[in-house]
Nanobody, 120 residues
Framework: QVQLVESGGGLVQAGGSLRLSCAASGRISSINAMGWYRQAPGKQRQLVARLTSDGITYYEDSVRGRFTLSRGSVKNTIWLLMNSLKPEDTAVYYC??????????????WGKGTLVTVSS
């Protein structure tokens, strides 16, 4: 069994910062990629940032230069530092991990989501 634990959402004023964390644990053989998606009300879920096992980081255009995705000090943990937040960043943020469990094939796992609200 695999668990994803997210933390760090909340309410912040425009221009402020928040940091999200995601920790994967359980029967994990290997991790191919970890990242964050977000879904704003009435919109489709979109990829925000993603870090692959070979160190390649992808950022969605609207967050590049403001958000930084990095590995945490604890194994299988990532941080998303969000600076210069804008009201349009308001969304539920979901951790996504593509991994191979000890007893199965590789697949995507999702966190429950954490709400980020940016006030103007």
């Amino acid at each position: 069994q695999v668990q994803l634990v997210e933390s760090g959402g909340g309410l912040v004023q425009a221009g402020g910062s928040l940091r999200l964390s995601c920790a994967a644990s359980g029967r994990i053989s290997s991790i191919n990629a970890m990242g964050w998606y977000r879904q704003a009300p009435g919109k489709q879920r979109q990829l925000v940032a993603r870090l692959t096992s070979d160190g390649i980081t992808y950022y969605e255009d609207s967050v590049r230069g403001r958000f930084t995705l990095s590995r945490g000090s604890v194994k299988n943990t990532i941080w998303l530092l969000m600076n210069s937040l804008k009201p349009e960043d308001t969304a539920v943020y979901y951790c996504n991990v593509n991994l191979v469990p000890l007893d199965g094939d590789g697949m995507d796992y999702w966190g429950k989501g954490t709400l980020v609200t940016v006030s103007s």
